[in-house]
């Protein structure tokens, strides 16, 4: 039987759900593909680092951290260490985004892509950030790189583009990218005061203590910013994008659209205008009969423009942490179907 070795950088909520998901789907890879998924490496910030190269029992950790908050045997190893040093076939990035300029998970990318690791990240820091570079860096070493996870939960966007939308240029990108701006837009629709929205986000877990970098507009400049460097070989940032928040939409202005046969929502595109790519983030008004409108709560869509196939739109309905941990698994897949 042949194996495939993972080291995860980051095991927060996805992370668990993801070595939950591992070990549910475990017989069923043997079976399938006669290659077994080991964890040789888990490493947290806060929660110590466990590194084991025959395979860590992911049913134990995940105990461990819901009845001690810890790895009872875990050591002090960072992320970049394990990045440079450990016996692995597959660096899962999976640290908190650094919105501003993808690191450290840039420097862990590319550690593992100079060793001939394969690479799959649900951060989308470096995709945002450092795209072509990384890219590059793997063809270079022979490695794959796969990051469905870092727009849209598991929705199949990149892989799409990479499976089924073969020969087609992409010239347009539109999408509702945000789950918090959508949440809150929606709740002041309802007539829902803007902090009581907020509160709601946070209890039900999808609001940021400081919502800041998404009621901002960032979170969203970074998920075009990623799409436009896939999907159009931009190679922009966060910075580049024409970017502008809800922060300034008052309930009096939602509810004269909505008196209007209108919503508003916070949209992101990216385009080619005069050969060159450029995106934007801002709040717009669009009609009830628009398929953007129906998107409610913490859904999302991504419309797909190309020269071949027309717009393509996909909708990620409602999703959960388990949505989350799918994209990673479904890339896990994809590394193990193209290398073993």
């Not at 993801?18 to 475990?26: I, P, Q, R, S, T």
């Not at 849209?152 to 799409?160: E, R, S, T």
């Not at 999408?175 to 509160?199: C, M, P, Q, R």
């Not at 008196?259 to 916070?266: D, F, P, V």
């Amino acid at each position: 039987m042949k194996t495939l070795k993972l080291a995860i950088l980051g095991y927060g909520n996805a992370g668990r759900a993801y070595g939950k998901l591992l070990v549910e789907k475990m017989p069923e890879i043997i079976k399938k593909h006669n290659t077994e998924v080991k964890v040789a490496a888990i490493v947290t910030k806060t929660k110590g680092t466990l590194i084991e190269e025959n395979g860590i029992d992911l049913a134990k950790a995940e105990t461990e951290l819901a009845d001690f908050g810890k790895f009872r045997d875990g050591t002090s190893q960072g992320a970049m260490e394990v990045a440079e040093t450990v016996d692995y076939d597959v660096l899962v990035e999976l640290t908190p985004l650094e919105i501003f300029s993808g690191q450290p998970a840039i420097s862990h990318i590319q550690a593992a892509l100079k060793r001939g690791k394969h690479v799959i990240s649900a951060n989308k820091g470096p995709i945002a950030w450092a795209f072509r570079e990384l890219r590059d860096l793997a063809a270079e070493n022979g490695c794959l790189f796969y990051y469905e996870t870092t727009v849209m939960d598991g929705a199949p966007v990149f892989n799409l583009a990479d499976e089924a939308l073969l020969m087609c240029k992409v010239t347009e990108i539109r999408g509702i990218l945000n789950s918090t701006t959508n949440f809150i837009l929606g709740e002041l629709e309802k007539g829902v005061a803007y902090e009581d929205a907020i509160e709601e986000g946070k209890r039900r877990g999808f609001v940021e203590a400081d919502p800041a970098m998404d009621v901002e507009g960032w979170d969203a400049a970074a998920k075009i910013a990623a799409l436009m460097n896939v999907l159009m070989d931009a190679g922009t940032t966060p910075a580049d994008i024409d970017r502008k928040g809800i922060e300034g939409i008052t309930a009096a202005q939602v509810e004269s659209a909505r008196e209007r046969g209108k919503a508003i929502k916070l949209l992101c595109g990216g385009i080619i205008e005069n050969g060159k790519t450029k995106g934007y983030v801002k709040p717009e008004e669009i009609g009830r009969g628009d398929i953007f409108a129906s998107i409610e709560g913490t859904s999302s869509v991504v419309s797909i423009t190309t020269d071949l196939m027309g717009t393509v739109s996909i909708v990620e309905h409602g999703p959960e942490i388990e949505q989350t941990a799918y994209g990673i698994f479904s890339d896990t897949m994809r590394v193990l179907k193209n290398s073993c």
